[in-house]
């Protein structure tokens, strides 16, 4: 299909400022669940999740852990820097985050005029070894600020850093600071791979609870990674959607879930990251298909890969293929880059569910929700605004259905 024309005026509404949820419930599964299947819209809580959900289905989490990667340096003058670091210069962000000395990245930089940037930061942590860590300022990059990070104390790596000086990279949106809650609130109860600086924030609902009840209907939990980049935030800015360039993310999956994916009828996508994970694997190993080779760790799913292929291939021949790739170089996981843009048109080839929270006007996320749901955001949306539905990171959520669950 050619890639579609959408206008991103279209995905603009009235979202008051009351709507947006400043902070997460006392309860992670109070929230409420706007169940939406064949055009009838229901509310519910996510306590209850579970009785809409299909047995003998497999559900897909995003593991990925938000780290504290805003850095805030306070001149002499009182004035502040604030350091937001996007991602690694080299490797992904888990590798980079367990280097000891030194490491570069891709930053934001809030208050720039205040920094004579040929001069470091410098803190002074206090360890057990006194430790002085410095940002030195590289150049400017096409997504931001180059800084060099490095530390005196060799046994501490740069999470550990982070740990000490950085705080949580709660959304622009939210009108407060991070505060101590939000270390744990801002953060799903299966987070295990740090790398994210932002939270796969469908998730952020789901307890210890409803994990034990999802057995009961006999949903396999499977887990993937896929580190969420500031870009999930970024507005798009063009008149066309097509004109917006999507932000690449890093993706992690291991056997396993390639081999589970090959061969699971009901698939449940927690979050639009889990979404864009299962449908860019997909993509990923069509790829490797017309290439007749597996791609190496370098390797990123161009933005409008679904568009500009002639020949479509199911999802059990794509897996078993990339499997048996895998097989012959005996590698258990695949590590790439995906920009992926999924936009009003698009098939899905992997997902036959989603659970996602409500998202900011004129998103890349929101046009995803309209391609899962065919059109039908705006009835969505209007119902949600009219139920006092809470909105964005911290807000309500809804379950999704895509074709009865089935693929072409």
Known sequence: MPIPVVLTEDYNYDLPQDNIAQRPLAQRDASKLLVYKSGACITDTYKNIVAYLPSDALMIFNNSKVIPARLLYVKDTSGIIELFCLEPKEGTPYEALQHCGHTTWTCMIGGLKKWRTEIPLEWKLSTEKECIVQ?????ADENGFEIDFSWTDL???FADILDCLGQMPIPPYLLRKAEQDDTTRYQTVYATVEGSV?????????????????????ITQAFTTLHVGAGTFKPVNAS?????????????????????????????AVGT????????LYWFAVSCMQNNALH??????????????????????????LLSLLNQKAIN??????????????Q??????LVTNFHQPKSTLLMLVNAFTKGNWKRLYDYALHNDYRFLSFGDGCLLQWEDGEHS
């Open 240 to 268: 066309y959607a097509h004109e917006h360039p999507m932000h690449a993310e890093w993706i992690e999956a291991d056997k396993v879930l390639i081999e589970q994916l090959a061969t699971s009828k009901k698939i449940i």
């Open 135 to 139: 940002a030195s300022f590289v150049q």
């Open 198 to 218: 932002a939270a796969p924030t469908a998730g952020l609902h789901f307890t210890e609870h409803i994990m034990t009840a999802l057995s009961g209907k006999n």
């Open 273 to 280: 990251t889990s979404l864009r994970t299962v449908e860019s």
């Open 296 to 321: 190496e760790v370098d390797f990123v799913l161009p933005q409008f890969c679904p568009y500009q292929q002639d020949m479509i291939h199911s999802k059990e021949a794509a897996f078993t293929f």
């Open 155 to 157: 046994e501490m790596t």
């Open 348 to 353: 899905m080839k992997v997902a036959g569910y």
């Open 333 to 346: 996981r695949v590590v790439f880059k995906t920009e992926l843009m999924i936009l009003p048109g698009y």
